[in-house]
Protein backbone atom coordinates (compact mmCIF):
# COMPACT_ATOMS: atom_id res chain seq x y z
CA UNK A 1 0.00 0.00 0.00
CA UNK A 2 0.91 3.40 -1.16
CA UNK A 3 -0.93 6.59 -0.44
CA UNK A 4 1.90 8.55 -2.24
CA UNK A 5 1.31 6.67 -5.65
CA UNK A 6 -0.15 9.17 -7.70
CA UNK A 7 2.55 12.06 -6.53
CA UNK A 8 5.37 9.01 -7.42
CA UNK A 9 4.11 8.56 -11.17
CA UNK A 10 2.62 12.15 -12.04
CA UNK A 11 4.81 14.55 -10.12
CA UNK A 12 1.60 16.56 -8.37
CA UNK A 13 -1.34 16.46 -6.34
CA UNK A 14 -4.70 15.40 -7.78
CA UNK A 15 -3.49 14.49 -11.12
CA UNK A 16 -6.03 14.49 -14.54
CA UNK A 17 -5.74 11.53 -16.55
CA UNK A 18 -6.96 11.82 -19.62
CA UNK A 19 -8.68 9.45 -21.83
CA UNK A 20 -7.40 7.94 -25.62
CA UNK A 21 -10.20 6.12 -26.65
CA UNK A 22 -9.37 3.39 -29.23
CA UNK A 23 -12.56 3.29 -32.42
CA UNK A 24 -13.51 -0.20 -33.01
CA UNK A 25 -10.68 -2.59 -33.05
CA UNK A 26 -10.45 -5.18 -36.04
CA UNK A 27 -12.96 -8.10 -35.36
CA UNK A 28 -15.38 -5.67 -33.14
CA UNK A 29 -19.04 -5.17 -34.41
CA UNK A 30 -18.28 -1.46 -35.38
CA UNK A 31 -14.89 -1.87 -36.78
CA UNK A 32 -13.86 0.17 -40.00
CA UNK A 33 -11.98 -1.06 -42.75
CA UNK A 34 -11.84 1.94 -44.58
CA UNK A 35 -10.48 3.61 -41.63
CA UNK A 36 -8.08 0.57 -41.04
CA UNK A 37 -4.88 0.49 -38.44
CA UNK A 38 -3.14 4.07 -39.95
CA UNK A 39 -6.67 5.61 -39.98
CA UNK A 40 -7.11 4.71 -36.60
CA UNK A 41 -3.69 6.02 -35.21
CA UNK A 42 -4.15 9.43 -37.38
CA UNK A 43 -7.65 9.67 -35.19
CA UNK A 44 -5.80 9.28 -31.94
CA UNK A 45 -3.39 10.95 -32.43
CA UNK A 46 -4.79 14.27 -33.15
CA UNK A 47 -6.93 14.04 -29.99
CA UNK A 48 -3.64 13.13 -28.23
CA UNK A 49 -2.03 16.10 -29.33
CA UNK A 50 -4.81 18.37 -28.04
CA UNK A 51 -4.76 16.55 -24.89
CA UNK A 52 -1.14 17.41 -24.20
CA UNK A 53 -0.98 20.68 -24.89
CA UNK A 54 -3.74 21.64 -22.34
CA UNK A 55 -1.94 19.92 -19.76
CA UNK A 56 -3.49 16.96 -18.55
CA UNK A 57 -0.59 15.03 -16.35
CA UNK A 58 -0.97 11.35 -18.20
CA UNK A 59 -2.84 9.09 -20.87
CA UNK A 60 -4.66 6.48 -20.52
CA UNK A 61 -5.45 4.21 -23.79
CA UNK A 62 -8.45 2.58 -23.70
CA UNK A 63 -10.27 -0.18 -26.81
CA UNK A 64 -13.87 2.43 -25.58
CA UNK A 65 -15.01 1.55 -29.28
CA UNK A 66 -15.04 -2.04 -29.00
CA UNK A 67 -18.79 -2.47 -28.24
CA UNK A 68 -20.32 -4.82 -27.12
CA UNK A 69 -17.53 -4.87 -24.61
CA UNK A 70 -15.82 -8.81 -24.21
CA UNK A 71 -14.50 -10.32 -21.22
CA UNK A 72 -12.04 -12.22 -23.32
CA UNK A 73 -8.95 -10.35 -25.97
CA UNK A 74 -8.72 -11.45 -28.82
CA UNK A 75 -4.92 -11.65 -30.11
CA UNK A 76 -5.39 -8.57 -33.02
CA UNK A 77 -6.84 -6.68 -30.16
CA UNK A 78 -3.37 -7.16 -28.53
CA UNK A 79 -1.57 -6.21 -31.43
CA UNK A 80 -3.22 -3.54 -32.80
CA UNK A 81 -2.74 -1.52 -29.29
CA UNK A 82 0.55 -2.37 -29.47
CA UNK A 83 1.52 -1.14 -32.34
CA UNK A 84 -0.37 1.97 -31.75
CA UNK A 85 0.15 2.65 -28.37
CA UNK A 86 3.87 2.34 -29.25
CA UNK A 87 3.45 4.61 -31.75
CA UNK A 88 1.55 7.67 -29.49
CA UNK A 89 2.47 6.99 -26.02
CA UNK A 90 3.56 10.17 -24.67
CA UNK A 91 7.37 10.47 -23.70
CA UNK A 92 7.28 13.30 -20.92
CA UNK A 93 4.25 12.12 -19.09
CA UNK A 94 2.90 8.50 -17.56
CA UNK A 95 0.60 6.81 -19.75
CA UNK A 96 -1.66 3.58 -18.97
CA UNK A 97 -3.53 1.09 -20.55
CA UNK A 98 -7.28 -0.34 -20.39
CA UNK A 99 -9.15 -3.17 -21.59
CA UNK A 100 -12.77 -3.66 -21.10
CA UNK A 101 -12.86 -6.11 -19.35
CA UNK A 102 -10.34 -8.99 -20.07
CA UNK A 103 -7.18 -7.65 -17.11
CA UNK A 104 -4.92 -9.84 -18.71
CA UNK A 105 -4.42 -7.73 -21.69
CA UNK A 106 -3.48 -4.22 -20.30
CA UNK A 107 -0.91 -6.12 -18.37
CA UNK A 108 0.71 -7.47 -21.18
CA UNK A 109 0.63 -4.67 -23.51
CA UNK A 110 1.61 -2.17 -20.89
CA UNK A 111 4.80 -4.16 -20.11
CA UNK A 112 5.51 -4.11 -23.82
CA UNK A 113 4.69 -0.70 -24.30
CA UNK A 114 6.11 0.73 -21.10
CA UNK A 115 2.65 1.62 -19.26
CA UNK A 116 3.35 2.91 -15.84
CA UNK A 117 -0.41 1.97 -14.66
CA UNK A 118 -3.16 0.08 -15.94
CA UNK A 119 -7.20 0.08 -14.94
CA UNK A 120 -9.37 -2.91 -14.70
CA UNK A 121 -11.83 -4.34 -12.62
CA UNK A 122 -10.14 -6.81 -10.37
CA UNK A 123 -12.46 -7.82 -7.85
CA UNK A 124 -15.90 -8.66 -7.14
CA UNK A 125 -19.28 -10.84 -8.95
CA UNK A 126 -21.50 -8.62 -10.87
CA UNK A 127 -24.46 -9.10 -12.97
CA UNK A 128 -23.79 -7.15 -15.82
CA UNK A 129 -24.86 -6.28 -19.73
CA UNK A 130 -22.09 -8.97 -21.15
CA UNK A 131 -23.69 -11.68 -18.57
CA UNK A 132 -22.96 -13.19 -15.17
CA UNK A 133 -19.35 -11.61 -14.33
CA UNK A 134 -17.38 -12.69 -11.84
CA UNK A 135 -13.25 -12.14 -11.30
CA UNK A 136 -10.06 -13.60 -10.68
CA UNK A 137 -7.87 -10.95 -8.95
CA UNK A 138 -5.33 -14.00 -7.53
CA UNK A 139 -4.80 -14.94 -10.85
CA UNK A 140 -4.43 -12.08 -12.69
CA UNK A 141 -1.75 -10.42 -10.14
CA UNK A 142 0.28 -13.78 -10.04
CA UNK A 143 0.27 -13.40 -14.08
CA UNK A 144 1.75 -9.57 -13.76
CA UNK A 145 4.19 -11.26 -11.04
CA UNK A 146 5.25 -14.21 -13.92
CA UNK A 147 5.74 -11.95 -16.38
CA UNK A 148 7.67 -9.37 -15.45
CA UNK A 149 5.36 -6.82 -15.24
CA UNK A 150 5.46 -5.70 -11.23
CA UNK A 151 6.32 -1.93 -11.64
CA UNK A 152 2.71 -1.53 -13.19
CA UNK A 153 0.46 -0.07 -10.49
CA UNK A 154 -2.89 -1.45 -10.66
CA UNK A 155 -5.94 1.17 -10.57
CA UNK A 156 -9.12 -0.73 -9.30
CA UNK A 157 -12.38 -0.07 -10.53
CA UNK A 158 -15.15 -1.30 -8.12
CA UNK A 159 -17.97 0.10 -9.68
CA UNK A 160 -17.88 -0.76 -12.80
CA UNK A 161 -20.04 0.46 -15.73
CA UNK A 162 -23.41 -1.24 -16.96
CA UNK A 163 -22.88 -3.90 -14.32
CA UNK A 164 -24.28 -4.18 -10.76
CA UNK A 165 -22.11 -5.54 -7.25
CA UNK A 166 -23.63 -9.18 -6.28
CA UNK A 167 -23.65 -9.21 -2.26
CA UNK A 168 -24.63 -7.04 0.40
CA UNK A 169 -20.84 -5.22 1.74
CA UNK A 170 -21.94 -1.53 1.00
CA UNK A 171 -19.52 0.16 -1.25
CA UNK A 172 -16.90 0.99 1.84
CA UNK A 173 -16.24 -2.42 2.76
CA UNK A 174 -15.44 -3.45 -0.91
CA UNK A 175 -13.13 -0.89 -1.24
CA UNK A 176 -11.69 -1.29 1.95
CA UNK A 177 -11.08 -5.07 1.16
CA UNK A 178 -10.06 -4.34 -1.95
CA UNK A 179 -6.64 -2.34 -1.05
CA UNK A 180 -6.30 -4.44 2.14
CA UNK A 181 -6.76 -8.32 0.62
CA UNK A 182 -6.20 -7.73 -2.90
CA UNK A 183 -3.55 -5.08 -3.15
CA UNK A 184 -5.24 -2.25 -5.19
CA UNK A 185 -2.27 0.71 -5.65
CA UNK A 186 -5.65 2.83 -6.74
CA UNK A 187 -9.51 2.62 -6.08
CA UNK A 188 -11.62 4.52 -8.87
CA UNK A 189 -15.58 5.05 -8.47
CA UNK A 190 -17.59 5.52 -11.79
CA UNK A 191 -21.11 5.97 -12.90
CA UNK A 192 -23.27 3.16 -14.14
CA UNK A 193 -21.96 4.22 -17.71
CA UNK A 194 -19.03 6.25 -19.51
CA UNK A 195 -19.84 10.03 -18.70
CA UNK A 196 -22.24 9.29 -16.22
CA UNK A 197 -21.20 11.05 -12.14
CA UNK A 198 -20.98 8.54 -9.27
CA UNK A 199 -22.93 10.66 -6.42
CA UNK A 200 -20.80 12.27 -4.31
CA UNK A 201 -21.44 10.13 -1.72
CA UNK A 202 -20.20 7.55 -2.89
CA UNK A 203 -17.03 8.57 -3.23
CA UNK A 204 -16.95 9.90 0.24
CA UNK A 205 -17.78 6.76 1.50
CA UNK A 206 -15.12 4.99 -0.17
CA UNK A 207 -12.81 7.57 0.90
CA UNK A 208 -13.60 7.31 4.85
CA UNK A 209 -13.11 3.59 4.08
CA UNK A 210 -9.49 3.43 2.79
CA UNK A 211 -8.02 6.62 4.60
CA UNK A 212 -4.61 7.10 3.79
CA UNK A 213 -3.72 3.81 2.74
CA UNK A 214 -4.45 3.95 -1.26
CA UNK A 215 -5.67 7.17 -3.18
CA UNK A 216 -9.30 7.21 -4.46
CA UNK A 217 -10.09 8.72 -8.03
CA UNK A 218 -13.22 9.50 -9.92
CA UNK A 219 -13.72 7.28 -12.63
CA UNK A 220 -16.26 8.69 -14.48
CA UNK A 221 -18.71 11.90 -14.91
CA UNK A 222 -16.04 14.70 -14.74
CA UNK A 223 -16.78 17.86 -16.31
CA UNK A 224 -15.51 21.69 -16.47
CA UNK A 225 -18.57 21.89 -14.10
CA UNK A 226 -18.43 19.59 -11.39
CA UNK A 227 -14.70 18.93 -11.13
CA UNK A 228 -13.78 21.28 -8.39
CA UNK A 229 -16.48 19.81 -6.01
CA UNK A 230 -15.40 15.84 -7.05
CA UNK A 231 -11.46 16.96 -6.34
CA UNK A 232 -12.45 18.49 -3.02
CA UNK A 233 -12.54 14.39 -2.17
CA UNK A 234 -10.75 12.82 -4.93
CA UNK A 235 -7.45 12.51 -4.83
CA UNK A 236 -7.12 12.63 -8.90
CA UNK A 237 -9.19 12.11 -11.71
CA UNK A 238 -10.09 9.82 -14.91
CA UNK A 239 -11.64 11.79 -17.75
CA UNK A 240 -12.94 11.28 -21.42
CA UNK A 241 -16.26 12.22 -22.42
CA UNK A 242 -16.19 15.71 -20.61
CA UNK A 243 -13.47 16.64 -22.96
CA UNK A 244 -15.01 15.75 -25.87
CA UNK A 245 -16.86 18.02 -28.51
CA UNK A 246 -20.48 18.16 -27.00
CA UNK A 247 -19.62 15.82 -24.10
CA UNK A 248 -19.94 12.94 -26.11
CA UNK A 249 -18.29 9.74 -25.71
CA UNK A 250 -17.35 9.11 -29.16
CA UNK A 251 -16.54 12.60 -30.54
CA UNK A 252 -13.07 14.06 -31.14
CA UNK A 253 -11.35 16.37 -28.25
CA UNK A 254 -12.64 19.82 -28.20
CA UNK A 255 -9.12 22.19 -27.07
CA UNK A 256 -11.41 24.55 -25.40
CA UNK A 257 -13.30 22.04 -22.71
CA UNK A 258 -9.41 20.95 -22.50
CA UNK A 259 -8.08 24.05 -20.91
CA UNK A 260 -11.03 24.98 -19.75
CA UNK A 261 -11.34 21.83 -17.77
CA UNK A 262 -7.20 22.09 -16.42
CA UNK A 263 -8.26 25.67 -15.69
CA UNK A 264 -10.76 24.36 -12.95
CA UNK A 265 -8.90 21.61 -11.53
CA UNK A 266 -5.19 24.10 -11.41
CA UNK A 267 -7.57 26.67 -8.80
CA UNK A 268 -8.32 23.23 -6.43
CA UNK A 269 -4.63 22.65 -6.42
CA UNK A 270 -3.92 26.12 -5.55
Not at 31 to 51: A, N, V
Not at 96 to 121: E, H
Not at 186 to 196: P, W
Not at 209 to 231: C, F, H, R, S, W
Request: some cysteine; glycine content about 8%.
Amino acid sequence: MNKNVLKELFGIDKPVIAMSHFPPLPGTPLYDEKLGISGIIDFMKKDIRKLLEGGVDGILFCNEGDRPYAMKADLESAAVMTRVITELAPHDRPFGVDFLWDPRLPIAVGMATGASFIRQVFTGTYESDMGFWSTDVASVLRYRRNIGASHIKVFYNITPEFASFLGTRSIGERAESAVVSSLADCILVSGMTAGKEPKLETLKEVKEAVGDMVPVILNTGAKVENIQKYLEIADGVIVGSGLKVDGYTWNPVEESRVHAFMHNVKEVRE
